[in-house]
């Protein structure tokens, strides 16, 4: 199973809304990570879990919680979020390897955010 | 900031015709990776390629990369209309720790029957 599954498909939200993104991969990966992508743009990383431990925050907004129950999940909990962070949010997983820059990135197939 | 630069930033061509991309980066790399993004699709992997390495192959892919002149391309020979999606370079922190791909800004690719 080299697939990484992400719900919901599509969300739309008012700016008073929480909400949550979920994120599953069963590859055995230690390391799994959350993107923001704008249209036409590249993905841009939000946050990064190794080993279930949160390794990198990119300076997200505190509106933006992620949290990683175990190996296998990873939510991303929207609270308060303005109509700039409607975006593709992309979940991906890697095997993790600690010192090893040949980790190759597996995306899901993203939630479409809409704030409205 | 963005380390890779792509282009063109857009291209179409026919349907067997060949396609190349280029991707320039900014600071030294242990490896520079190609990914593929169907439209509004998640990513998916196409090929890695080591500072040491000059040249690789996969089926219809072919990346080079230069690295005195900090750029790489990405050939797709005898395209087809699958092959429509945009493409990103990305390369991971010098050094190693894999985890913070840096990702190019992309050529979207149409490919025309």
């Known amino acids: 199973d080299t697939e990484v599954t992400q719900t919901p498909k599509h969300l739309v939200m008012g700016m008073t809304n929480k909400k949550s993104l979920k994120c599953e991969q069963h590859m055995g990966h230690r390391a799994m990570y959350w993107y923001k992508q704008k249209a036409k743009k590249p993905p841009e990383l939000m946050f990064v879990?190794?080993?279930?431990?949160?390794?990198i925050n990119e300076s997200v907004p505190s509106r933006f919680s992620p949290e990683c129950p175990n190996s296998s999940l990873l939510n991303l909990h929207l609270h308060a979020l303005q109509p700039e962070d409607s975006a593709l949010y992309l979940c991906a997983s890697s095997q993790g390897l600690r010192r090893s820059s040949t980790d190759t990135q597996y995306f899901g197939p993203g939630t479409r955010l809409t704030v409205l | 900031s963005q380390q890779g630069e792509e282009d063109p930033q857009a291209l179409s061509i026919q349907e067997g015709e060949n396609a190349t991309m280029n991707c320039s980066y900014k600071t030294s790399i242990n490896n520079l990776q190609w990914y593929r993004q169907n439209s509004g699709r998640g990513l998916v992997h196409l090929i890695l390629?080591?500072?040491?390495?000059r040249e690789k192959h996969s089926g219809r892919l072919r990346v080079t990369l230069d690295t005195s002149k900090k750029s790489s391309s990405l050939l797709i020979t005898a395209s087809r209309a699958a092959d429509t999606a945009s493409y990103f370079c990305a390369t991971p922190p010098f050094g190693g720790g894999g985890n913070k791909l840096t990702f190019g800004t992309g050529t979207q690719l149409k490919v025309e029957l």
């Open positions: 879990y190794s080993y279930e431990k949160l390794s």
């Open positions: 390629i080591r500072s040491n390495e």
